[in-house]
């Protein structure tokens, strides 16, 4: 099992910048591919970015053009680089780990708050 920890969310101005970092530990890293998600209130999972198997990212709309999904093997560590951020990117932020090859449910972190000011 892997363990992942978020962290670099708080409180920005829109127009503004925020890195988000996940941490894991546990099970080889290179096991997975790795995402970004968020959640507003009231509102469903939404994907940011997603490595897929052959290397590449998908990155979803609301991402597209502003975030960069960044990853750090040696780190175990992936980041989400978030620029010209508007008050509705206002969310909880969670980094989830999907094993490859497998069916297995991801393993998600505990979230970190991301408020958007206007």
């Known amino acids: 099992q892997v363990q992942l920890v978020e962290s670099g969310g708080g409180l920005v101005q829109a127009g503004g910048s925020l890195t988000l970092s996940c941490v894991a530990s546990?099970?080889?890293?290179?096991?997975?591919?790795m995402g970004w998600y968020r959640q507003a209130p009231g509102k469903q999972r939404e994907l940011l970015a997603r490595?897929?198997?052959?290397?590449?990212?998908n990155y979803g709309d609301s991402a597209k053009g502003r975030f960069t999904l960044s990853r750090d093997n040696s780190k175990r560590t992936i980041y989400l680089q978030m620029n010209n951020l508007k008050p509705e990117d206002t969310a909880v932020y969670y980094c989830?780990?999907?094993?490859?090859?497998?069916?297995?449910?991801?393993?998600w972190g505990q979230g970190t708050q991301v408020t958007v000011s206007s």
């Open positions: 546990g099970r080889d890293f290179s096991m997975y591919v």
């Open positions: 490595e897929l198997s052959g290397g590449s990212i």
């Open positions: 989830g780990a999907f094993e490859r090859w497998s069916t297995v449910s991801p393993t």
